[in-house]
């Protein structure tokens, strides 16, 4: 490569990080929801709506804006991601009430989606492909750097401005990424078939009904109602994509050996490390003298672990096959998490821990999308980077559902069995990571047989 080629490529890269780099500073909202309720003067329970209208929106239309990225240029979709983004973020600020402030999340959703539907296929396109997994790891430094900043970001804005910091800082950042993106190249789409918009529909909603019964676990009637849809859904779309000319996603690629396994262990892996970001925020709060700044900044142990892993599973990538990485990947989340289950009130083993479990998640991501893409032909990079993507947030969203009702169970069960509020929280907090562990670890084992 050229040195001029060189620099294209880095100015390339630089774009694409800072058009994506405010999809995960939303880790900020997180610190945001005290001061949302308070402001709003909503119940505690409603506050997941912040939540929940963000991650159904931009989960349940990731692939569809993959294809159509793919369709009609990656650049194209991206500039419409991020100005949509800085314009939502503005609207999310200037919110007068909660439903307003709710639609402007959708909107934000939507603008995400657009972002990361195109992101892995944009940074890997400005790279040569013998450099793909340096790309790839380049792109999960960025989005580790910024779910690093989120929460002590968040909480500094706070300190200073108020609750609607977290939402307006963002908008200048987005517009810049919409601005630095005018500097990408401008490719032709591959193809231009006709798009699958009853496969697309069909998508969207068996999604949205599989997000939403993880969203009501503590409702079993009504979440097994939720999944017997997803499932009919789901059905329905796989029907549709064996019969259209050009699917939506082509389904071929899961018929190879192991390629299904992958994205099931990304969904089990980001669900097992989430509960880092789900419970330890509640064992700070328990810590003494521990201020909300400080906490934002053990906080960001996690992501940052996710950062440094980024360019070094790159590297490793060329030389070691990704199913290894992503293997050592899933042990190293398994060890992180085990050390949280041991030792959540010591500060600096619980650090220590939490680097090492996003250490594992990042070494897992690199290996995972070099896989994905080095399978889904190239012209449906789009999809390819829409389908990590989305597995990751049904891990996430899994997460934060069983995760949480595992918990409550293993609390309630520590207070019926006579402990004390403190004493069951710890017994609660401690099993519910070693199960955490022990999902990751099984994983890991397993993969060595299925890959």
Known sequence: MTETARRVSWLGAGAVLLGTLSVP???????DFPFITR?????IPDIRWIVISYTLTSASLLLVFGRISDLVGHR?????????????????????????????????????????????????????????????GLYTL?????????????????????????????????????????????APAVHRPRFDAAGAALLVAAILALLAAFNLLGQPFLAGAAGLVALGLGTGFVAVERRVAMPLIDLAPFR??????????????????????????????????????????????????VMLAGPLAGRLAGLVPPRVLMTAGEAACALGLL????????????????????????????????????????????????????????????????????????????????????????VGLRDTFLAAAALAAAQAVLGLRVR
């Not at 330890?280 to 053990?298: D, E, K």
């Not at 594992?360 to 070099?370: C, D, H, M, S, T």
């Not at 997460?399 to 710890?426: H, P």
Request: net charge positive; with cysteine; proline share 5%.
């Open 25 to 31: 500073l939303d880790s900020a909202v997180n610190v």
């Open 142 to 186: 960025g989005f580790g750097l910024g779910g690093a900043l989120g929460p002590a970001a968040g909480a500094l804005l706070i300190a200073r401005f108020g609750w609607s910091a977290v939402f307006w800082a963002r908008a200048p950042l987005a517009a810049a990424g919409a601005l630095a993106g005018l500097l990408l190249p401008i």
């Open 76 to 136: 194209r979709v991206f500039l419409l991601g991020t100005a949509s983004s800085a314009l939502s973020l503005l609207l999310c600020a200037a919110a007068p009430d909660y439903p307003l402030l709710l639609a402007a999340r959708v909107a934000q959703g939507v603008g995400a989606g657009l972002v990361l539907a195109c992101g892995p296929a944009l940074i890997t396109a400005v790279f040569p492909e013998t450099d793909r997994p340096r790309a790839l």
């Open 256 to 305: 190879l050996p192991g390629f299904a396994w992958i994205n099931l262990a990304s969904v089990t892996l980001n669900m097992a490390g989430f509960a880092v970001l789900l419970l330890v925020p509640f064992a700070l709060a328990r810590m003494a003298g521990l201020s909300i700044a400080a906490g934002g900044l053990v906080l960001a142990a996690l992501p940052s672990g």
């Open 339 to 426: 050390g949280i289950a041991l030792s959540p009130a010591r500060i600096g083993v619980l650090v220590a821990a939490m680097v090492v479990a996003g250490l594992g998640l990042g070494a897992f991501q690199v290996g995972y999308f070099e896989l994905l893409t080095a399978t889904i032909p190239r012209r449906d990079r789009g999809v390819a980077g829409s389908l990590g993507m989305l597995t990751r947030t049904l891990g996430l969203v899994a997460g934060a559902s069983l995760l949480m009702a595992l918990f409550q169970s293993l609390l309630a069960s520590g207070l019926a069995a006579g402990l004390d509020g403190t004493a069951a929280f710890g």
């Open 39 to 43: 402001h709003f003067q909503i119940a």
